[in-house]
């Protein structure tokens, strides 16, 4: 059974750091990503990994506050969020794709065949 476990999220403040964490199981993933969705918005990419290569991309807006990275010791990815602003309040999404071309676009959605349930990160000013 493929599951994609999330932790990290909560309350902070603005200027703090958070670091989220993506535990994939069930099978071998092609590529790890993080997307995002704040209310009344539509879902988008903020970060992907890509598991062979350990290959990372970024979103335009998340390029120098965030990065992601792999803890191979927990089987983990993890999304460290820097400088946090209001702006980042969302529910934030690990996905991942098993398919042999899911890493060809590790920015669309369509690439990624299974979805955690999210965990909510929210920015006080």
């Known amino acids: 059974q493929v599951q994609l476990t999330e932790s990290g999220g909560g309350l902070v403040q603005t200027g703090d750091s958070l670091t989220l964490s993506c535990a994939p199981s069930g099978r071998t993933f092609v590529v790890v990503g993080w997307f995002r969705q704040a209310p009344g918005q539509e879902r988008e990419f903020v970060a992907a990994?890509?598991?062979?290569?350990?290959?990372?991309f970024y979103a335009d807006f998340a390029r120098g506050r965030f990065r992601v990275s792999r803890d191979n010791t927990k089987n983990t990815v993890l999304l460290t969020i820097d400088t946090l602003k209001p702006e980042d309040t969302a529910v934030y999404y690990c996905?991942?794709?098993?398919?042999?071309?899911?890493?060809?676009?590790?920015?669309?959605?369509?690439?990624?065949?299974?979805w955690g349930q999210g965990t909510q990160v929210t920015v006080s000013s």
């Open positions: 996905a991942a794709g098993a398919r042999s071309d899911s890493g060809a676009y590790p920015h669309a959605l369509a690439s990624y065949d299974y």
């Open positions: 990994l890509k598991r062979r290569t350990g290959s990372t």
